[in-house]
């Protein structure tokens, strides 16, 4: 049965979708049968791997059918792509973006003030944990990457998950994002019955602005413990913003450093996971 881990911050442009798709990489590289789900209408992750599968296979890729439409029946285990031995991808598309009003029409609207508000709501974000149910039987590990906002897709995403990772930029809109997002997620466990642990803060250092870095990485540490706080920080490379160019390549020391890094940090969030599944 699959680990699923939620990718997220409220606040766009942190790294979120990298480190999401980095260390799902690193994880298929390791020998563990890896899923990446793309709920973000944006769809930067699904660029980013198939731009990756292209570096190892000549099969031309096409959408026959996209998540939303698949969502729309039933069933998302037929639109899996394999990008690379152990990692596949649930490609996402413009469309996803029709997912709110999709469950509106499934499960009705309701004002807040309506004593059924909560568990309507409940059946809306829980939705998606039953589509992804089948698939976490073929996989150890499933990536979720969602959009930097509050909304259904979000929450179901961690309806869904056993684990969320918090991505930090080493700023202080991001860590108004995180804080923002700390306290939706308290709100998913206490009134929603979310059942899954914070994995981690992953900070993400800004450029060259070690003054800052600190300033917000100590905010961070107070607000949410420096257990919570990766050990492993990842410092402002330009090579990840290759990738979106090239998708994930491994060709030249720079290429390197990324993939050595992120293999480190993948280490990083196994331990995170064994310790809290129980281990010693």
Do not use: C, W
């Not at 990446?36 to 000549?58: G, I, Y």
């Not at 684990?163 to 991001?174: A, D, G, H, R």
């Not at 090239?246 to 290429?255: A, K, P, S, W």
Request: glycine share 6%.
């Amino acid at each position: 049965m699959a680990i699923t881990i939620t990718v997220g911050n409220y606040k766009g442009g942190v790294g979120k979708t990298k480190n999401n798709i980095l260390n799902a990489y690193e994880f298929a590289k390791k020998g563990f049968k890896t899923l990446v789900v793309d709920l973000d209408p944006q769809a930067n992750a699904t660029t980013v791997l198939l731009r990756t599968k292209k570096l190892h296979s000549k099969e031309v890729f096409s959408f026959d059918k996209s998540l939303m439409a698949a969502i729309k029946e039933g069933d998302i285990t037929n639109i899996e792509t394999e990008i690379m031995p152990n990692l596949s991808l649930l490609p996402s598309y413009i469309d996803f973006a029709n997912y709110t009003t999709f469950l509106d029409l499934k499960f009705g609207l309701v004002a807040e003030e309506d004593p059924a508000f909560n568990e309507i709501t409940k059946r809306k974000i829980s939705y998606f944990s039953e589509l992804i149910e089948p698939l976490k039987e073929k996989y150890d590990y499933i990536f979720i990457d969602v959009p930097p906002t509050k909304s259904y897709i979000t929450d179901s995403a961690v309806l869904a998950s056993d684990y969320v990772l918090i991505v930090l930029q080493t700023q202080e809109l991001s860590l108004d994002g995180a804080i923002e997002y700390l306290g939706d997620l308290q709100k998913l466990a206490n009134i929603y019955d979310g059942n899954f642990e914070i994995v981690g803060v992953l900070p993400v250092l800004m450029d060259g602005n070690a003054s800052l870095d600190n300033f917000v990485l100590k905010n961070a540490t107070s607000i949410f413990g420096k257990e919570n706080i990766f050990k492993l920080k990842i410092p402002n490379m330009a090579r990840l913003k290759r990738f979106d160019n090239t998708g994930i390549t491994e060709y030249d020391r720079h290429d390197k450093r990324v993939i050595d890094l992120y293999s480190l940090v993948a280490d990083e969030l196994l331990e995170r996971i064994h310790y809290f599944e129980g281990g010693e």
